[in-house]
C-alpha cells in the first residue's frame, strides 16, 4: 500500500526552522496591521525589522527569496512563501 502522506515526525532540523520562522512571520502579519503592509510592500525590510522586539532567523537564501515575493494580499504571500514547503513529498514504498 502506498503512503502519500508526508511523514511530520521526520523533519529535519533545518526545516522544522524554517517552518518555526513562517509560522512566526504570517502570525505577526496576522495579529499587526503595521506589520503586515510592510510585509507586503517591502518583505525585506519586514524581515530586517523583526516583529516586537524579536528577529526573524533565516537563511541569506531565505531571506533573498521571501524578500523577492511581490502580492497583494496575505493570503497570496502564505502560499509563495510556503510554495518550498507544500511539495508533496511522495513515500510510494510499500
Do not use: C
Not at 528577529?55 to 497583494?72: D, K, P, Q, W, Y
Amino acid at each position: 500500500m502506498s503512503n502519500i502522506f508526508h511523514d511530520y515526525h521526520h523533519h529535519d532540523e533545518t526545516v522544522v526552522q524554517k517552518e518555526r520562522e513562517y509560522s512566526r512571520i504570517l502570525t505577526a502579519a496576522v495579529v499587526n496591521e503595521k506589520f503586515r503592509r510592510l510585509l507586503l510592500t517591502n518583505p525585506s525590510m519586514a524581515i530586517k525589522k523583526g516583529f516586537a522586539g524579536e528577529a526573524f532567523h533565516l537563511g541569506a537564501e531565505e531571506t533573498r527569496r521571501i524578500s523577492a515575493i511581490r502580492v497583494s494580499t496575505l493570503a497570496e504571500f502564505a502560499r509563495q512563501m510556503n510554495a518550498e514547503m507544500t511539495r508533496p513529498s511522495l513515500n510510494l514504498a510499500e
